[in-house]
Nanobody, 116 residues
Framework: VQLQASGGGLVQAGGSLRLSCAAF????????MGWFRRAPGKEREFVAR????????YYADSVKGRVTISRDNAKNTVYLQMNSLKPEDTAVYYC??????????WGKGTQVTVSS
């Protein structure tokens, strides 16, 4: 089972990026999926999560209003649309799958760098 995150890059402050997380080896259509990030010198933090059906979403206060999580279960893929990016959004972004109440599956991460 593999989660493959992509879509990171270098963007100016105020810009946008869309991250993708594709799952291989099993389907997670019945599982919550989430995005986390780790900034340099900081601990990993939660960014957003989405229910299996996509009907429920939850965001960290630091990104609320600027970020949208979505999913396409037909493609076994979760997305994170990030707008109005700030330098403090610079981090490695990871996707994860919640199985049995824990984030048991993790992708390798994709780097997002926001320049001021």
């Amino acid at each position: 089972v593999q989660l493959q995150a992509s879509g990171g890059g270098l963007v100016q402050a105020g810009g946008s990026l869309r991250l993708s997380c594709a799952a291989f080896g099993r389907t997670f259509s019945n599982n919550d999926m989430g995005w986390f990030r780790r900034a340099p010198g900081k601990e990993r933090e939660f960014v957003a999560r989405i229910s299996g059906s996509g009907g429920y979403t939850y965001y960290a206060d630091s990104v609320k209003g600027r970020v949208t999580i979505s999913r396409d279960n037909a493609k076994n893929t979760v997305y994170l649309q990030m707008n109005s990016l700030k330098p403090e959004d610079t981090a490695v972004y990871y996707c994860a799958a919640d199985t049995a109440g824990s984030w048991n599956y993790w992708g390798k991460g994709t780097q997002v760098t926001v320049s001021s």
